[in-house]
C-alpha cells in the first residue's frame, strides 16, 4: 500500500525559513513524477514544485527561487526547502506522486499525503 506522509509544516514570521519532508512508502520516488502542492482557504489548489524521475526540476514562479525541492532516493523521501517565506505561501501543502518517470502538463498525481499546514505571519 503507497502512503505518502508530510510532516515539517509550521507557524513562522515574514522572512523565515522551514523545510519541508515527505516520506514514501509503497513505492521508490525515484522512479516517479513527485511534487508539493498547495491549497489556501478559498482558493485553487497549485503546483508548487516537481521531479521527474531524471531530476530535472521544476518550480511555479511565485517560489522560484525562494523554494528549492530535492529528494533523498536512500531515505525515499522527498524536500521542500523554503526561504523568505512570505503571509501568501501561507496553505496546507501536500505531496503527490504520478505514475509516470516525466511531469508536466496533465500528469495525473494517484497519490497524495495528508498535508502539512505552513502558516506565515507578517
Known amino acids: 500500500q503507497v502512503q505518502l506522509v508530510e510532516f515539517g509544516g509550521g507557524s513562522v514570521q515574514s522572512g523565515g525559513s522551514l523545510r519541508l519532508s515527505c516520506a514514501a512508502f509503497g513505492l521508490s520516488i525515484r522512479w516517479y513524477c513527485i511534487g508539493w502542492f498547495r491549497q489556501a482557504p478559498g482558493k485553487e489548489r497549485e503546483e508548487v514544485a516537481f521531479i521527474d524521475s531524471n531530476g530535472k526540476t521544476s518550480h511555479a514562479d511565485s517560489v522560484k527561487g525562494r523554494f528549492t525541492i530535492s529528494q533523498d532516493d536512500a531515505k525515499n523521501t522527498l524536500y521542500l526547502q523554503m526561504n523568505n517565506l512570505k503571509p501568501e505561501d501561507t496553505a496546507m501543502y501536500y505531496c503527490?506522486?504520478?505514475?509516470?518517470?516525466?511531469?508536466?502538463?496533465?500528469?495525473?498525481?494517484?497519490?497524495w499525503g495528508q498535508g502539512t499546514q505552513v502558516t506565515v505571519s507578517s
Open positions: 503527490a506522486a504520478a505514475r509516470t518517470r516525466s511531469c508536466g502538463p496533465g500528469v495525473n498525481y494517484n497519490y
